[in-house]
């Protein structure tokens, strides 16, 4: 019977619902694993503030050095990036083994970190800092371990993806179902690092770089959030069969990785299309198991203290295992490169007046730029622009064969340009076959 | 730089499967795990069979001793149970880590397998025995393994699946349905173990044992199978609001464990509802996890082979951690109580005259027996009863609230027997809240 001593810095929401969860099921955990867990100290500025569950007293510190010194395993769940990547570091040179949820550190300074943790030969978790308490990471480590991961699709954000889903079932627009959020508790004030889209861009720069084995510059990373999503659009995708998400993909084209997070259509009859509300889901897709998928809560206090404790329970079999044999991650490509100028379906709504020539015009400069139409819907309906309440002014809604970015941009520039053309144009990507 | 040398056991369609994933993606693998996996031996008695891979010529044998010398890790693909269960003891005998997909094996004698492995504290693998290239295994056993799991609902089988899902859309009869999936390759000629509920019996049989760790005796678990689904209900389900799912349930209840497998209503709306053809998905729901769900591909060569090598990856690291800690199971508990009893609620269907009385006559049965009625339907739609053309014969359909399955069963013995009740009353479980 090993026994290890497991420490928590942080407790707010996510260290008191792992404190409970380590003090709750601690006999199950023993049984489970042989080995006892003992949760020896809990460090925090505030005692004062009321939780959801009680440390025990005699538990509790505002010192997180005392933390430090009396674990095996120590969790860090203070969030941030600066004081929280001090004590991850003070913890690894200290020689222990570390647990974080912190998804912002690891995107964007992850390499630091890692490479402190591999030069110690110290086991890092952080199952927590993607998808709450789905263990995706686990899978993309081990339980696929085998396989060349060819795709990554994740609903990796409960905020945006609750609004979505408001917006596409009950046609709401973007401010009516954000304010809806908050009432619910499902945004936060400033939902800024939600609907903006960086929550869930640093959980893929997080999936990505395990998945292809090297660090990537999070400045690479393509972020576009849900803010200016028109619930038009969501209502024309709607009527084309598709489903507005808020993807964050991560694709290996040759020898270059595309990360990226945007609003994006899916085909409405595709399991990921059917994610609603706050829940999470990752699709995976492997070279030999096809496509998997991986759903459930992605946050919340209890969902993400069942991920931390996960992680607790592999540091504790690492350090009980005298040759120290890491799970397999390899960092060992290096600098992932990142690919700019994906390659992608598109949808594109341009407000034109409901004249003849139009269409043509716009046709002229997409295949200029070698841009393939795959279809066509004009509504017979009156866009209100101001400005122009005299005309008659439609939707045109072309939807696009694979093209590049790039491409696209340089055509979209150039109609932008065209006196037909009213309004900025709509540019949402289209992911085929997401599941 | 570690070296474990891997032999296979069996080159059917998994078996070759696997050797063509740890052939091709050996390099990808040493990467990944830092541990090369090198194929040694592969035994079959028939080599002159065309597969879709071919093993080296230098690999292959007709000798599976030879394999068990020769290897680190042994994996058994042979299938069936007598010759399997005795590679799979002559290779832990020879203390050699084993990794099997054998579901029938290990549901059925799984208890003699693991008490030897765990006397000699050697290596079971078993992903690929339920769910195909899910990992879900790795999940109940890794990354859940904080949580007391409440429930677990699995869409076990994928040619049942399929012939429901088919039954469901196109509102086909059974035997129809049955006649596709077999010229599409889902079922087999002799669909039996599929369609009559074994395989997925098997399978939440080896998920139940893990959740709630002890050992249970495969007849207990109540197994029916899909083939006197009549489409009628599939339909009447359907305008209530739900779809029929042959669903493998495991619960905790007290101190005993349900474990069962028959046809299921559930909400349509549920993500459960919505795995359609040949996917597998797994629910499980921990006590601090919430709701998680797996899904993929089930079953076939390439998504099993990646279930297969997941835990030939973990036998490797495994070895070479010299104080050889094992994965959390835990088998503590003994043998588990299986309630037979079960608790749900029922769709129950009476075909019967459309006369004044006939509800009356039932629902006092009923509430003999202390079932509660939820909810009536009563079709304006004539039955065909053989030898009763020339009355109006209507289904009566209710909807009971919670009731035991024995008061259930008493229940329905004595409606039988009423007059006004023609042919066999139709009884299919309904599950609240799958996913």
């Known amino acids: 019977m090993g026994f290890v001593r497991v420490g928590i810095i942080g407790c707010g929401t996510v260290g008191t619902g792992t404190a409970k969860l380590l003090i709750q099921n601690a006999d199950l955990i023993k049984k489970k694993t042989g080995i006892e867990f003992k949760l020896v100290k809990v460090a925090d500025i505030d ?30 769940l203070v969030g941030g990036k600066t004081f929280a990547k001090k004590v991850i570091l003070e913890a690894l040179e200290a020689g222990k083994c570390v647990v974080t949820a912190n998804k912002h550190l690891l995107a964007e300074e992850g390499k630091e970190i890692f490479e402190e943790a591999k030069k110690r030969n110290l086991f890092i978790g952080f199952e927590a800092s993607v998808g709450g308490g789905i263990p995706v990471i686990k899978a993309l480590r081990e339980g696929l371990a085998g396989n060349k991961i060819l795709n990554i699709l994740g609903i990796l954000n409960g905020t945006t993806n609750y609004i979505l889903t408001r917006m596409f079932e009950e046609n709401l627009d973007f401010e009516t ?115 998997t998928m991986f759903y459930g809560q992605g946050a919340g206090s209890h969902p993400t203290a069942s991920a931390v404790v996960a992680d607790v329970i592999d540091a504790g079999r690492f350090l009980l295992c005298s040759s120290k044999v890491l799970p397999p991650v390899n960092w060992e490509e290096g600098e ?55 005309e008659t002014i439609v939707p045109l809604v072309i939807l696009t064969h694979k093209a590049f970015e790039e491409d696209i941009q340089n055509a979209l520039k150039e109609i932008q340009k065209l006196p037909v053309v009213v309004d900025k144009p709509v540019l949402i990507r289209v992911e085929e076959e997401a599941y």
């Open 336 to 390: 992932l490169k990142v690919r700019k100028n994906f390659y992608s379906r598109y949808y594109l709504r341009f407000d034109v007046p409901d004249k003849p020539g139009v269409l043509a015009k716009i046709a002229n400069v997409l295949a200029d730029y070698n841009i393939s139409i795959a279809s066509v819907l004009q509504k017979e309906m009156v866009c209100k622009i101001a400005g122009r309440e005299g």
């Open 47 to 76: 005692w004062e503030r009321k939780r959801e569950f009680e440390v025990p007293k005699e538990l509790r510190t505002t010192d997180y050095k005392e933390v430090i010194d009396n674990s095996d395993v120590v969790v860090e």
């Open 177 to 291: 179902a954000l304010k809806e959020a908050k009432e619910k508790g499902y945004a936060e004030a400033d939902p800024s690092l939600d609907i903006d889209g960086w929550d869930a861009a640093h959980k893929i720069a997080i999936l990505a770089m395990l998945a292809y084995g090297g660090y990537l510059d999070f400045n690479d990373v393509y972020v576009e959030g849900i803010r200016n999503v028109d619930k038009l659009d969501v209502e024309l995708g709607k009527e084309l069969g598709y489903t507005l998400k808020l993807l964050a993909i991560a694709k290996k084209v040759d020898s270059e990785v595309e990360v990226r997070v945007h609003p994006t259509f899916i085909h409405s009859e595709e399991a990921l299309a059917k994610v609603s509300g706050v829940y999470n889901a990752v699709m995976i897709e492997g070279d030999f198991v096809g496509k």
